[in-house]
Structures are given as structure tokens and as C-alpha cells.
């Protein structure tokens, strides 16, 4: 099993400034030896402790610039990008260009966005569920076409694409795997069985095991061993070095949902997910500026390494 951490939006804490946060926080990881890191695409959402005002978030895609440029080994990716935010030919040659960056580490997470007050805000228009899906589906294949084929050409409802060019061609061959997020069981499964190399579902582990049945039951139906998908899923983690360390961030996080506990306790509950066939775990934690934690979920990487 291997980890990778999302990064939540930071704030300017002790290192200077938002970006000096992100960065010192993806340090850590690539030293912790997770297999990767993730940023959110998205551009405002109200502070929930001061709703005077919004939270600090940093463009994605700058973001995972700057990051492949201070990391060296650790994969780097978007959980997940919002298919109705961009051009999807801009979204390949974006994703080709962080990959070039990267030497070869980059991830590309696509997802139908959600987020109406952004939309509203930054002049986008917001378009239905099943529009936002449609537009999903288009997109990932003109991505998939523009990192692999050279002209590329798409047309469909959405988005159109007539003899492409995108040079440098990613490091990656033939492209950087595509993850596709969401437990959406009608849509979003369908659409990682038929275009996605990875996929990210939620919940307890019964509930896992019940998703990656409907994965499987989808990769039967377009004809696609569902082996040729990494399986993930996304949890929440609150981890502290000993039980009175444990209890003082319980206590400060009362409302905490999610694994809890020391790291050889949040290594046996990731082996859960594990026995019911996950492959991978992204997570984010109940304090997401600590590297102090990021340090401690090192120590349950090579615990889960072998599952």
C-alpha cells in the first residue's frame, strides 16, 4: 500500500509566507517517503472560524510547479482537477508541462467540480450534474488524446480539438496516469473503468470493499480487467506520537472524523482498507500545517509497505 498526502489550503504559519507553508509541508513528505502529494483545485471558500473572510488558497498548478522544482523523488498530483474550470487541451498541456517539470512524477486527478459559490464568483458558468459529467468524460479523453497521440484531434459536445500539437511530449510514456475521484456509482465509477488508471473512493472500509465490487462490476461490463486499475480510497488521519499527545489533539479537534491514533494504531487501521483490496491511500490530516505529523505518518509508511 502506498500513501500520499493532500495538502490543505495553508496559511502563512511560521514559514513566511503561503507558499513557503506548501513548500516546507512537501519537504516533509518527500523525506517521510510517502509516494506522493496533493493539492485541492480551487480557488475560494469561506474560513469556517472567520466567516468575514476566505481562506488563502494557491493555484494548483503553479503550486505542483513549485513543488516538482524543491522534490526529488515524490510524486506530485491535483485531487482533483475540475473538468468545467478549463479548457481541456490547456488542462493537457498544463499536466505535460508539470510531468517535464517533475522528470516524470506527476499525477493527473480529474473530477467534475462541485464548488457553485467559485463558479458564481470567477464568472464561470455552473452547469448541471450531468452536463458537468458529460464535460468530465470529454475532457479526460482530449487529455488522454493530447499527451499520446501527436496531432490530436476530438470533437464532441463540449470541447473540440483539431490537430493538437503538444510538445515536449510528457516524460511519462505513454502519458502520466489518470486518476478519476468520486464514489459516484452510476457515473463516476463507469468513467474510471473506461478511461482511468486510478480511482479514489471514500468511506469505512465495508463500504470500499462495496465500491471497488461496483468498479469491478463496470470494468466486466466495457470489458477491462479491473486489475489494470490502482485502487484508492481517501481518509482523514489524527496522529500523535504516544496516548497523551493522542489525547491533547483529540481534545483539540473534538469534532474529528477519521482514523485516530499512534502510528503503529493508524498502520493496523489502514491495513483494513488493505484487506478489502485497496492499493493505495490519500489522506489529509487533523492538523495539516504539522510537520511534526508528517514526520510520524513516515514512520507507518514502511508498515503498510507490503500490503
Known sequence: MLLGLQLMPTHAGEHGNEADTALALVRACDEAGLDSVWVADHFMFVDEEHPEREVPILESFVTLGAMAA??????????????????????????????????????????????????????????????????????????????????????????????????????????????????????????????????????????????????????????????????????????????EELAARQEAHPDFAGIAGTPETVAERLREYAAVGSEYVTFTLADPQDVEAIRLIGKVVPEVADL
Open 70 to 243: 524543491v522534490t526529488e523523488r515524490i510524486r506530485i498530483g491535483q485531487l482533483v482537477v475540475g473538468a468545467p474550470y478549463r479548457n481541456p487541451a490547456l488542462l493537457a498541456k498544463a499536466c505535460t508541462t508539470l510531468d517535464v517539470l517533475s522528470h516524470g512524477r506527476s499525477i493527473i486527478g480529474l473530477g467534475a467540480a462541485w464548488h457553485e459559490p467559485e463558479f458564481v464568483a470567477y464568472g464561470w458558468p455552473f452547469p448541471p450534474l450531468r452536463e458537468r459529467f458529460q464535460m468530465l468524460e470529454e475532457a479526460v479523453q482530449v487529455v488522454d488524446r493530447m499527451l499520446t497521440q501527436r496531432p490530436a484531434s476530438f470533437s464532441g459536445k463540449h470541447f473540440t480539438i483539431a490537430d493538437a500539437y503538444n510538445d515536449p511530449r510528457p516524460v511519462q510514456q505513454p502519458r502520466p496516469p489518470i486518476l478519476i475521484g468520486g464514489s459516484g456509482e452510476k457515473v463516476t465509477l463507469r468513467l474510471v473503468a473506461a478511461y482511468a488508471d486510478m480511482c479514489n473512493v471514500a468511506g469505512d472500509p465495508a463500504e470500499v470493499q462495496r465500491l471497488f465490487g461496483v468498479l469491478a462490476a463496470h470494468c466486466e461490463a466495457v470489458g477491462r480487467p479491473v486489475d489494470q486499475i490502482t485502487r484508492c480510497n481517501h481518509v482523514s488521519i489524527l496522529i500523535a506520537a504516544d496516548e
